[in-house]
Each structure stands twice: as structure tokens, then as C-alpha cells.
């Protein structure tokens, strides 16, 4: 199936730990998003990746680090993990140009304890 | 700052009513609109979108938007929902290459609709 899939969906962990998030995606899209949705389902772009290439960057904390080792891959490694960082994190993918849409993966939901 | 508010936090329908939910936007630049819809526990996934043309779009699920240039307005609309319809529903706004093609969202609305 063509989709946008990112691994865990769910996450559990203590805080101080690091762990990384990955997705994937087949739709031969050339830009991949990572987004916030807090607990009030509010939506925050964090980072997004042009062909491997970083371009959105938002105000996030530097243990946020995301990695794309290609196009279709952008995984999000998170260091020193805090109780605030519980949140679900979505991964999206879609052509560069303004018409095209976002396409979503199912979502992380990350919980720390 | 470029921005997307939905005046709606929560509304609450009974079966058969008529939806509206508000959506403004506040960018000078084209910009391409779309609606996305959240089930519980589910992904987002795209309810309908307007590039140019016709300011009147339809999409899914019986869902249609009307764009308003002068009102920087793209507000969502159905005739008659269902309670299958109960969800989280975002604006979504994406911007030109000068933006880097960023997509923001709106805050959400939460619909729940009575059986």
C-alpha cells in the first residue's frame, strides 16, 4: 500500500531517556514533515525536509534532532526526554509545490513518565 | 505573523443539522486551502482543498467550503450531519515558495454530534 508509516505507534518511556521515532513513506514525495499534536489536538510544525535538505525549522529544543538519510525517509531522535514532550508526533509527507496536500502517518503516540 | 484561527473550539449538533465551521487566515500571499479531518484516535486525513477557480469546492463525505478572498474566509460546511461526522476538523493553510511551502493549521474544532 502506498502510505506514509511511522514506527512506534505507541511510545513509553522515562524521562532523561532518549528515543527516536522513524517514518517512511512511498508516495515519491519530495518534502516530510514532523508535527506536535498536544493533548488540546493543536497541530505545531516542528521541522520539515526538501529532498534531504532541512527548511523548516520551528522553535524547538535542540534534542529535537531530525535525520532524513533520503527522501523518503525522516526519522526524529529525541535526547534527554522530558514529561513535556508527551504529545502525539506526526510525520506527513507531499510535493514541494503549494497545490500539493499533506499526507499523514498514523502518528506516535509518545508518553513519558 | 502568518496565521489560522477557527473560531470554533467545540460545537455540538444534533443528527440532521447544518454545519458550519469558520476558518480565516491571515497571509497576503496565494495561498492553497484545505480542510483536514481527524477521527478519534485516527490520522488526518484531507476533507477537500481550493487552488484557484471555482470558489465553491466540494469534497468527501457530502463536505463543501466556500473561499472568500475579501473575507480571507474558508469556511467548511455540510447540509445534514451524521454522527459518524463527530471529529476534529482543522484549517490548514499552505503558503508559496517564499515560505518554503509551509503548511499551518488552525487550533481545530471539535464537532460531536448527537445520535
Known amino acids: 500500500d502506498t502510505a506514509v508509516s511511522q514506527t512506534p505507534k505507541y511510545l513509553v518511556t522515562q524521562m532523561g531517556n532518549d528515543k527516536s521515532i522513524k517514518c517512511e513513506q512511498n508516495?515519491?514525495?519530495?518534502?516530510m514533515y514532523w508535527y506536535k499534536q498536544d493533548s488540546k489536538k493543536f497541530l505545531k510544525i516542528m521541522f520539515s525536509?526538501?529532498?534531504?535538505?532541512?527548511?523548516i525549522n520551528e522553535t524547538v529544543p535542540n534534542r529535537f534532532s531530525p535525520k532524513s538519510p533520503d527522501k523518503a525517509h525522516l526519522n526524529l531522535h529525541i535526547n534527554s526526554l522530558e514529561l513535556g514532550d508527551s504529545a502525539v508526533y506526526f510525520c506527513?509527507?507531499?510535493?514541494?509545490?503549494?497545490?500539493?496536500?499533506?499526507?499523514f502517518g498514523n502518528g506516535t503516540r509518545l508518553t513519558v513518565t | 505573523a502568518q496565521s489560522v484561527s477557527q473560531h470554533n473550539h467545540h460545537v455540538i449538533l444534533s443528527e440532521a443539522a447544518s454545519l458550519e465551521l469558520g476558518c480565516n487566515y491571515s497571509?497576503?500571499?496565494?495561498?492553497?486551502l484545505f480542510w483536514y479531518v481527524q477521527y478519534p484516535g485516527q490520522h488526518l486525513q484531507l476533507l477537500l482543498k481550493?487552488?484557484?477557480?471555482?470558489?465553491l469546492v466540494k469534497g468527501i463525505k457530502g463536505f463543501e467550503a466556500e473561499f472568500i478572498k475579501s473575507k480571507f474566509s474558508f469556511n467548511l460546511r455540510k447540509p445534514s450531519v451524521q454522527w459518524s461526522d463527530t471529529a476534529e476538523y482543522f484549517c490548514?493553510?499552505?503558503?508559496?515558495?517564499?515560505?518554503?511551502?509551509?503548511?499551518?493549521f488552525g487550533a481545530g474544532t471539535r464537532l460531536t454530534v448527537k445520535p
Open positions: 506527513a509527507s507531499s510535493h514541494r509545490d503549494r497545490n500539493s496536500p499533506l499526507h
Open positions: 508516495l515519491g514525495h519530495d518534502t
Open positions: 525536509y526538501n529532498n534531504k535538505e532541512l527548511i
Open positions: 497571509y497576503g500571499g496565494t495561498v492553497n
Open positions: 481550493y487552488f484557484s477557480g471555482d470558489p
Open positions: 490548514a493553510v499552505k503558503m508559496g515558495a517564499r515560505n518554503n511551502n509551509d503548511m499551518r
